[in-house]
């Protein structure tokens, strides 16, 4: 099978990941024609191999170094994992005098290294869909194919995405967006045929779970969040996760995507796990509970959407039950019951393996 060409934008602790799973011998075989993050872009003059050398980036990230050979997604990864931007890197240093050209646009810089795939991984703005949404249409305008992982875009302009696409006939891809590694969109929209899905509850925000999971054993709030940020599970800004909104997000994605139901981010009802107190969690364990903060989607007589995110006591033996930093889906169907689905949905090597699943898929399509 021959490599494809794709173009990362992001490369946060999900885009660190995937940069190092693209190394696997189990993923698609692909050239690396361009990586983004929010200071600018970089496009190689010749696409790279993820398992292709360069010199090693000096201490600094500034100066250049002329230490051993090593592979480049290290030297980037330790880079960025230091802080710094591709901005003020020493990318000549890293790469070599001439070999790569820096943009601040983005979308210039997609539509210059022409990719096959456009690997969507920035930051997440479930209000105004960020900066993702742009570099998605910037790659259906070459003729590229989307995989998604930032789910702000898809659930503040998901008409407006789907609509460019189509327009180009390109496929988007987003089972990264909605339960981390788990196939929930994959085993949604399948279960979903001929088979209309009534409802749905789902403990989605991992992040979530493990605050409240620590704060079972007696952690308080700020520091269950701070362990929940060292682990790469939480944003400096943990607030989408403690209030719901990263929850309802996702679920305006499966409403569209399963239920076939369009929803706003801002029709969500929420609450806080701001609120949550030790009694209450001690109380809802010795009832044989736990106090998760469960996402539900209904169809109503009218067949419109309700929506929310509510802190909710569920019996230690239900799906939605979790520890750790696991998510649950159940899908309540028309005829053919309940399907449940349990896997981990939180960090960035969860998250991943789903976006390496979908670049898969597309990069079938793109070598046959």
Same mark, same amino acid.
């Given at each position: 099978?021959?490599?494809?060409?794709?173009?990362?934008?992001?490369?946060?602790?999900?885009?660190?990941?995937?940069?190092?799973?693209?190394?696997?011998?189990?993923?698609?075989?692909?050239?690396?024609?361009?990586?983004?993050?929010?200071?600018?872009?970089?496009?190689?003059?010749?696409?790279?191999?993820?398992?292709?050398?360069?010199?090693?980036?000096?201490?600094?990230?500034?100066?250049?170094? #002329? @230490?051993?050979?090593?592979?480049?997604? !290290?030297?980037? /990864?330790? %880079?960025?994992? $230091?802080?710094?931007?591709? +901005?003020?890197?020493?990318?000549?240093?890293?790469?070599?005098?001439?070999?790569?050209?820096?943009?601040?646009?983005?979308?210039?810089?997609?539509?210059?290294?022409?990719?096959?795939?456009?690997?969507?991984?920035?930051?997440?703005?479930?209000? #105004? @869909?960020?900066?993702?949404?742009?570099? !998605?249409?910037? /790659?259906? %305008?070459?003729? $590229?194919?989307?995989?998604? +992982?930032?789910?702000?875009?898809?659930?503040?302009?998901?008409?407006?995405?789907?609509?460019?696409?189509?327009?180009?006939?390109?496929?988007?891809?987003?089972?990264?967006?909605?339960?981390?590694?788990?196939?929930?969109?994959?085993?949604?929209?399948?279960?979903?045929?001929?088979?209309?899905?009534?409802?749905?509850?789902?403990?989605?925000?991992?992040?979530?779970?493990?605050?409240?999971?620590?704060?079972?054993?007696?952690?308080?709030?700020?520091?269950?969040?701070?362990?929940?940020?060292?682990?790469?599970?939480?944003?400096?800004?943990?607030?989408?996760?403690?209030?719901?909104?990263?929850?309802?997000?996702?679920?305006?994605?499966?409403?569209?995507?399963?239920?076939?139901?369009?929803?706003?981010?801002?029709?969500?009802?929420?609450?806080?796990?701001?609120?949550?107190?030790?009694?209450?969690?001690?109380?809802?364990?010795?009832?044989?509970?736990?106090?998760?903060?469960?996402?539900?989607?209904?169809?109503?007589?009218?067949?419109?959407?309700?929506?929310?995110?509510?802190?909710?006591?569920?019996?230690?033996?239900?799906?939605?039950?979790?520890?750790?930093?696991?998510?649950?889906?159940?899908?309540?169907?028309?005829?053919?019951?309940?399907?449940?689905?349990?896997?981990?949905?939180?960090?960035?090597?969860?998250?991943?393996?789903?976006?390496?699943?979908?670049?898969?898929?597309?990069?079938?399509?793109?070598?046959?």
């Amino acid at each position: 099978m021959r490599e494809i060409r794709i173009f990362i934008a992001g490369l946060g602790h999900v885009g660190r990941a995937v940069l190092a799973l693209l190394q696997e011998s189990s993923s698609p075989q692909v050239l690396i024609a361009g990586l983004a993050d929010s200071s600018g872009a970089i496009c190689f003059n010749d696409a790279l191999s993820p398992s292709s050398g360069t010199l090693s980036p000096s201490s600094d990230a500034l100066s250049p170094s #002329t @230490g051993p050979t090593v592979l480049w997604i !290290a030297a980037i /990864a330790e %880079a960025k994992k $230091a802080g710094w931007r591709l +901005a003020n890197m020493d990318l000549d240093g890293i790469f070599g005098h001439g070999q790569i050209t820096f943009h601040r646009n983005v979308e210039e810089a997609i539509a210059i290294a022409r990719p096959q795939v456009l690997v969507e991984l920035s930051s997440s703005n479930t209000r #105004t @869909g960020g900066a993702a949404a742009g570099h !998605a249409k910037a /790659a259906f %305008a070459i003729d $590229a194919d989307v995989v998604f +992982a930032s789910k702000g875009a898809l659930a503040a302009d998901w008409d407006a995405i789907m609509a460019a696409a189509q327009d180009a006939g390109r496929q988007v891809r987003y089972s990264a967006t909605v339960g981390g590694g788990m196939p929930v969109i994959d085993a949604g929209t399948s279960f979903a045929k001929a088979n209309p899905i009534l409802s749905i509850e789902a403990v989605l925000n991992g992040t979530s779970v493990f605050v409240l999971s620590m704060m079972e054993n007696g952690m308080s709030l700020d520091d269950a969040v701070r362990s929940a940020q060292q682990g790469g599970m939480a944003e400096t800004d943990p607030s989408a996760d403690l209030d719901g909104l990263d929850a309802a997000a996702k679920l305006c994605i499966l409403a569209r995507a399963v239920m076939g139901c369009s929803l706003e981010v801002g029709k969500v009802k929420r609450e806080s796990l701001r609120s949550v107190t030790s009694a209450g969690l001690s109380a809802a364990i010795a009832s044989g509970r736990r106090l998760r903060a469960v996402a539900t989607l209904e169809r109503d007589i009218h067949g419109c959407i309700q929506a929310g995110v509510k802190l909710t006591e569920v019996p230690f033996e239900s799906p939605l039950a979790r520890t750790g930093s696991e998510n649950a889906v159940v899908f309540h169907s028309r005829f053919s019951g309940t399907l449940s689905m349990i896997g981990k949905g939180a960090g960035p090597m969860e998250t991943a393996p789903a976006v390496i699943r979908d670049l898969a898929v597309l990069s079938e399509s793109w070598c046959t």
